[in-house]
């Protein structure tokens, strides 16, 4: 008797745990990136290149030498850790004692910064310079205080 009862809810419990095992399988939906697209994250800071500018002088032994710099508009987009940030890319000859070509990756977003060497656990770095569809504008005033 209690097999019977069982097995008319049976059809049931199938539509039920059937879209779970999935689910935990793997199977349901997707948890990973997704487009994101300018309105997902407020506009970027406007002292952004400030902060950039103040870090290279930090950085490079001889500021003041820094030649053929440009700067990449920002791109909106999410790093590996799922953070929306934008995306900004420094392209720079530091000369030969300083390393030569170099490229830098920044991430902005309200209220947090990732810079280079303190990156503040942001997945965000050169690769995604070389990934991401940018828009480069020449900086030749990186090394002037603003």
């Not at 059809?11 to 997707?30: I, Q, V, Y």
């Not at 003041?64 to 710099?69: H, I, S, T």
């Not at 569809?133 to 030749?140: G, M």
């Amino acid at each position: 008797m209690a097999g019977k009862r069982f097995c008319r809810w049976e059809p049931k419990l199938k539509r039920l745990l059937f879209p779970a095992l999935l689910f935990l399988a793997g199977c349901g939906p997707s948890t990973g990136q997704r487009a994101v697209t300018p309105g997902d994250l407020p506009p970027i800071a406007r002292d952004y290149r400030a902060r950039i500018a103040e870090w290279a002088r930090g950085f490079y032994r001889d500021p003041g030498a820094l030649r053929d710099a440009a700067l990449s508009d920002p791109v909106l987009t999410r790093d590996s850790t799922g953070r929306l940030l934008w995306l900004v890319c420094l392209d720079v000859d530091a000369g030969p004692g300083s390393g030569g070509r170099q490229m830098q990756a920044f991430g902005f977003a309200p209220g947090y910064v990732s810079l280079p060497l303190s990156r503040a656990g942001s997945s965000v770095n050169r690769a995604d310079c070389a990934t991401a569809p940018l828009t480069w504008r020449p900086w030749p005033g990186l090394h002037a205080r603003p």
